[in-house]
Structures are given as structure tokens and as C-alpha cells.
Nanobody, 118 residues
């Protein structure tokens, strides 16, 4: 049974930090590219960051220099370190898994809520 379980969301103050985790199971993690997406109320889901099977990151412009994506293939885990948080980062954050050679994401988690507010 495939599972992606996000954790680490919560309430942070502007300028604060949070670290999101995504625990994967039920598939061969190291053969999947992974990504973090987010969706704010009334908005479409948008890409935050992706990481290749080899650990090469890619970021949306609005998080460059603030967020860091990483993965640990030995633990089947992916992370998103979020620093210098802004109120506009408030959203439901999802992790997704995309098999090599496939353009669409195969699996999604349920999401973890991030709220940035003073």
C-alpha cells in the first residue's frame, strides 16, 4: 500500500521557520522524483520545490533562498526546510512522488497545513 504522509506543519510567525517531512512507503522511493506543492484557499495548487532521484533540487522563484528541499533515500524521507516565512506562504503543503520517465505525479499525500501569522 502506497503512502505519503506529511508532517511538521503548524503556526509560525513571519520570519520564522518550519521543517516539513514526508514519509514514503509502499514503493521504491529512490526511483521516484519527489516534490512539494502547496495550495492556498481559493488558489490552484502550485509547485514549491522538486528534487530528483539523485538529489538535484529545483525551486519556485518565490521560495529561492528561503526554502531547502532534501531527501534521505535510506529512510524513504523527504524534507522541506522553510526559513524566513511570509504570510503568503500560508497554504496546505503536499508531497508528491513522480516515477522516472513519467510526466505526472503518481502519488500524493494528504497535506500538512502551514499558517504564517503574527
Amino acid at each position: 500500500q502506497v503512502q505519503l504522509v506529511e508532517s511538521g506543519g503548524g503556526l509560525a510567525q513571519p520570519g520564522g521557520s518550519l521543517r516539513l517531512s514526508c514519509a514514503a512507503s509502499g514503493f521504491t522511493f529512490e526511483t521516484y522524483a519527489m516534490g512539494w506543492y502547496r495550495q492556498a484557499p481559493g488558489k490552484q495548487r502550485e509547485l514549491v520545490a522538486t528534487i530528483s532521484t539523485r538529489g538535484t533540487p529545483n525551486y519556485a522563484d518565490f521560495v529561492k533562498g528561503r526554502f531547502t528541499i532534501s531527501r534521505d533515500n535510506a529512510k524513504n524521507m523527504m524534507y522541506l526546510q522553510m526559513n524566513s516565512l511570509k504570510p503568503e506562504d500560508t497554504a496546505l503543503y503536499y508531497c508528491g512522488a513522480r516515477r522516472l520517465g513519467v510526466s505526472t505525479y503518481s502519488y500524493w499525500g494528504q497535506g500538512t497545513q502551514v499558517t504564517v501569522s503574527s
